[in-house]
């Protein structure tokens, strides 16, 4: 990052809070980051995906106040993150975010007996992991609607009935 001046900085950002690209500045190498520290030491998302529970599909995001985030390059250099500053922290799921809207789980409780668990593999190897937790910041933020219905919980419509059982069972085997 190239600050106002020209000279280079190393920022510290959170990736929960929108990822490398549009994250919450945290702190800058060379200045205070104690502020960092006491944030990143109160933030539960490490603990939880390194829980046996962490699945595939959880994409856990950060909304600091204020909602939604400025990029990177447009925070003052000198902005101080107030060390009481403290951040929403939910657990958004892809198969069932649409049931929750901006109300998103605020732990892992809702993972404990789900059927669509699968084993967490290293981030890098989970496919738009970055695009997909600016989407649910955005939603949690209020920025984007879940405007469809909730997967896998949409009414299904009904076909008028064939007139009699061969003719329902000519209509099951497509003939």
């Known amino acids: 990052m190239v600050d106002s001046d020209g000279r280079e900085r190393t920022e510290f950002i959170c ?8 994250g919450y500045v945290l702190g800058v190498a060379g200045e205070d980051l104690s502020s960092m520290i006491a944030i990143c ?9 390194a829980s046996s529970r962490a699945c595939l599909n959880l994409l856990p995001v950060r909304g600091f106040p204020g909602g939604k985030q400025s990029l990177p390059m447009l925070q003052r250099q000198n902005q101080a ?23 998103q ?26 695009p997909e937790t600016e989407k649910m910041l955005r ?10 219905a909730p997967t896998g919980f949409a009414p299904i419509s009904r076909r008028p009935s064939a007139g009699t059982w061969w003719q329902h069972l000519l209509e099951k085997i497509h003939l």
């Open 41 to 49: 030491n109160a933030c539960p998302i490490p603990n939880a995906l």
């Open 15 to 22: 990736g929960a809070a929108g990822g490398p690209e549009h």
């Open 105 to 130: 789980p605020r732990d892992l409780s809702v993972c404990r007996s789900c059927t669509h668990w699968f084993l967490r593999p290293l981030r890098e190897l989970i496919p738009q992991y970055w």
């Open 139 to 148: 939603i949690v933020n209020g920025e984007e609607s879940v405007g469809k």
């Open 81 to 103: 993150v107030d060390s009481k500053e403290s951040a929403d922290v939910y657990f958004p799921c892809r198969w069932f975010y649409t049931l929750y809207g901006q109300k």
